[in-house]
RNA sequence: GGGUCGUUAGCUCAGCGGUAGAGCACUCGGCUUUUAACCGAUUGGUCCUGAGUUCGAAUCUCAGACGACCCA
């Protein structure tokens, strides 16, 4: 054959999609001379003597290959074994490149009527099972290109979750939003509720941590006048791995001066239907046998609203924690020790009992000022901040806040945190004096927004776990030995 | 952290105390309309690891590793 196993390149005249659209009326039995070129994976080979039939996928999707003796002895007069090499020495699994011409077979299949081939990049490896494909859930998660190869549904998942994260990035830059980038080493992790992973910098001798949130520096970025700021990018958070939570994920936070919690209600159900629509073509999609409709509006209802509806406690009847828990364990309620106040045990009579049933988008709002250190105290609600957490198939799927922009009150509101921290709650969150510093600046009123990109994702493709959206997702080495 | 299930050929799996199996893939032979091609032949194993019970363990017991799911 006189070239070795691995091409230095191939020029494809199509994409197999678009000679399977371009040639749909040809008929049984028919030939057209156009000139093709194709190129990908041989999945399937039938070889039958002095003809045979390959079906070649490249990434749009499979065309068969019609390969007779006679045709390609004409064609290939400087390779008399033209036919032999191709059926001896090309593999399921390898890449090759073809041209020839049209030709649909007697059984209705378009096919490329082969009249050179080359091999382009010889598998070494033997392909998956053809009929059962990759089962094996952790083969797919750590060998992901194998699960790519023979799995369209997999292939289409990494596809939607592209387009919906570009179709985001281009919804916010139409609006006048600007994405700037952020630190991911940081020195004083902030902006959630979670342990960081640590590291550390050799020339300054710096320990660091990698950011648990964008939100700190974003906010800075609206200090520093930028009115629309938004980050789409890798977040980290030390903790368990479950088919919600993977340790490394991708969030975007959406800052919008002169805007409040309402105006992000707004933002968010417009983004998250419009990007439904881009990536399902529908604003109703089917997740695990459930119907979920996005259209706008949704149900915006307040977080006390809903623990008396499912547990009939009123929380704004309560003054101690005392008559709270006993309340809750009347009701069967588990009552942690963490939950030190009203509000907490509000948080978790709500985590227990409602959160799991929120199947249709729903906008819970005005949370407990405990559980949000960086929300602004609600406008007429005391001892409550205007904060939402959007909830979609019983998953926290994005999370809101008129920002808190007064510093003293910031101030204030993270060192109790620094308290809690020092009581024993690991992920409770610190003072931040630069992130202070910038607020005593001034900082206009505004309205910020996180999405849980992961999560969006998940519900887009119909995906149970959260590793089916991640392309390789954190797993455990295989056993050293 | 707790529970349930799983780990056997490259892939998908069966076998559940008495010689390690099937289909596909690979290799070889045959075949000009197949598409899970077909027909014939060959090849392929640390039955996850370790200990125990037994005349005998892939199979039973215990411990461990890894994974999936559920619960916290």
Known sequence: ????????????????????????DLANGEERDVAVA?????????VMGKLAFFTLADET????????????????????????????????GDLIGVQGT??????GELSVKVKSWQMLSKSLQPLPDKWHGLSDVEKRYRQRYLDLIVSPDTRETFRRRAVAVSAIRR????RGFLEIETPVLQSVPGGADARPFETHHNALDLPLTLRIATELHLKRLVVGGFERVYELGRIFRNEGISTRHNPEFTSIEVYQAYADYNDMMDLTEQLIAHVCQQVCGSTTIRYQGNEIDLTPPWRRVTMHELVKEATGLDFTAFISRAEVAEAMEAKGLAVPALADSVGRLLVEAFEQTVEADLI???FVIDYPVENSPLARAH???????????LFIVGRETANAFSELIDPVDQRQRLEAQMARKAAGDDEAQ???EDFIQALEVGMPPTGGLGIGIDRLVMLLTDSPSIRDVIAFPLLRPESVN
Do not use: C, N
């Open 1 to 24: 054959m006189g070239q070795g196993p691995y091409a230095l390149r191939f020029d494809p005249s199509h994409r197999t999609v678009e000679l399977q659209q371009a040639h749909a």
């Open 38 to 46: 194709v190129a990908g994976r041989v999945m399937t080979r039938r």
């Open 61 to 92: 999707g499979p065309i068969q290959l019609f390969i007779e003796k006679a045709t390609l002895s004409a064609s290939m007069p400087d390779d008399p074994e033209a036919f032999a090499h191709i059926t001896s020495l090309v593999d399921a």
């Open 102 to 107: 049209l030709r649909r077979t007697d059984r």
């Open 171 to 174: 919804w916010l830059d139409e």
């Open 360 to 362: 249709q988008p729903t």
């Open 379 to 389: 406008r007429s609600k005391p001892g409550l901040v205007e904060r939402f957490e």
């Open 430 to 432: 610190q003072v931040d």
